[in-house]
């Protein structure tokens, strides 16, 4: 399925869910002090690279019959990828809850390059553009402080922690053509590369902040809700001592080499809990009036 499409659909699904839901919501206030909830969570997210130092395999002195080269990345909408995993909640009081997440993350972005060359004894011009799409998949393990800002059954949320990457695996595609016009299209294209890993040329580890907000429906026996958050790299992601070892052979073919990069990313997620204990011991729906 078209990942926009999903995006689309969980939105609009849950716009129905809490508009429903919401028409009871006041009968009942949320008692969570010290209940637990499992569950899981899926959706999709969107990666924003910080480039914190270009490299380059050939450099130009921008003087006639000297290579010339750039990179721009894509973008936000261009590298949409997918996370799922668990969802754990601890009710530290009413309004607060310790939040474990534990799931596999994939990163998505793309860039482009072009070369050009002009040849000064018989005066012919060279041109390629490629377009790099990378596919970064880790093992994460977020924890967070929620807070929720009310304590109806419908209510919104605030959270905020850290989170550690594992690198489960890494590959990278190249498309070609030889017409530099600011895109290449990977479609159509028959010049696609094969799919290589780049595992070797990023660290097994990466850290960052989270934070987020979102919407919950607490119904008798299960919590829906969706949340949206951001999360920002503190590490840079490339190994840089195996930066311009060729483990692909893309280097020596593409004359491609990753930049030193942090990653930022947003992610819309759909989350479906349920309570660990029977309803009836777990009471977390009281009346207004208590």
């Known amino acids: 399925m078209n990942k926009q499409y999903l995006l689309k659909g969980i939105l609009t699904s849950l716009i129905l869910v809490f508009a429903i839901a919401n028409t009871n919501a006041q009968d009942y206030y949320v008692y969570r002090k010290n209940k637990v909830f499992i569950g899981i969570y899926g959706g999709v997210n969107f990666t924003m690279p910080e480039v914190i130092k270009s490299y380059s395999v050939i450099n130009s002195d921008n003087q006639p019959g000297n290579e ?8 936000l909408k261009e590298n949409m990828s997918n ?93 070609t053509d030889a017409t530099i016009d600011g895109t290449v299209d990977h479609k159509n294209n028959l010049s696609e590369t094969a799919n290589q890993s780049i595992s070797k040329h990023l660290k097994t580890f990466s850290a960052g902040v ?49 930049d030193q990069i942090k990653l930022r990313n947003i992610d819309v997620q759909l989350v479906l809990t349920f309570p660990v204990h029977p309803l009836p011991d777990l009471n977390i729906l009281r009346r207004s009036k208590y």
């Open 210 to 258: 989270v934070g987020g907000i979102g919407l919950s429906y607490y119904a008798k026996s299960f919590t829906i809700g969706v949340e949206c958050n951001y999360r920002y790299g503190l590490m840079n992601i490339f190994n840089d001592r195996q930066r311009f070892a060729d483990h692909t052979g893309f280097t020596a073919e593409y004359l491609d080499v990753m």
């Open 68 to 75: 010339k080269a750039y990179t721009e990345f894509s973008k």
């Open 83 to 175: 996370q799922f995993g668990f969802y754990f909640t601890y009710g530290l009081s009413n309004q607060f809850s310790l939040v474990f997440k534990p799931g596999y993350h994939t990163y998505r972005f793309n860039y482009l390059t072009s070369y050009s060359w002009t040849d000064t004894v018989e005066f012919m011009n060279t041109a390629k553009e490629f377009k790099h799409r990378q596919n970064l998949s880790y093992f994460t393990l977020p924890v967070l402080i929620r807070w929720d800002l009310a304590k109806k059954r419908f209510t919104p949320f605030i959270q905020v922690g850290g989170y550690c990457d594992i690198l489960h695996q890494a590959n990278k595609s190249i498309f």
